[in-house]
């Protein structure tokens, strides 16, 4: 299972990026997705989360409204639409998967990571 996470770069206050989660060697449709940040010195927490199941997307309240999830699953794609963005969103940006997480649990259960890709917001 192989994941590549792309997107992130530098933006202003109030601006937007859409991050970008390739997903290969399994069938996205069965598994869960996540995105997680993790900030420098602080540990790393979830931002949006889409199950496999009944397909619901979970946002944490700092995102909710300013950050759109989707999931592309024919082409094991998933996209985290972000806008409005502000300092404290600053953080490596994280794709994972895993054929049994429940969302809103924490990092540790699951069990493939992309590689992270670095959002800096600043003026």
């Known amino acids: 299972v192989q994941l590549q996470a792309s997107g992130g770069g530098l933006v202003q206050p109030g601006g937007s990026l859409r991050l970008s989660c390739i997903v290969s060697?399994?069938?996205?449709?069965?598994?869960?997705v996540a995105w997680f940040r993790q900030a420098p010195g602080k540990q790393r927490e979830d931002v949006s989360c889409?199950?496999?199941?009944?397909?619901?997307?979970y946002y944490r309240d700092s995102v909710e409204g300013r950050f759109t999830f989707t999931r592309d699953n024919p082409k094991n794609i998933v996209y985290l639409q972000m806008n409005n963005l502000n300092a404290e969103d600053t953080a490596v940006y994280f794709c994972?998967?895993?054929?049994?997480?429940?969302?809103?649990?924490?990092?540790?259960?699951?069990?493939?990571w992309g590689q992270g890709t670095l959002v800096t917001v600043s003026s």
């Open positions: 060697g399994i069938d996205l449709e069965r598994y869960a």
């Open positions: 994972a998967v895993d054929k049994y997480a429940a969302c809103g649990i924490g990092p540790s259960i699951w069990d493939y």
């Open positions: 889409s199950t496999h199941g009944d397909g619901a997307t």
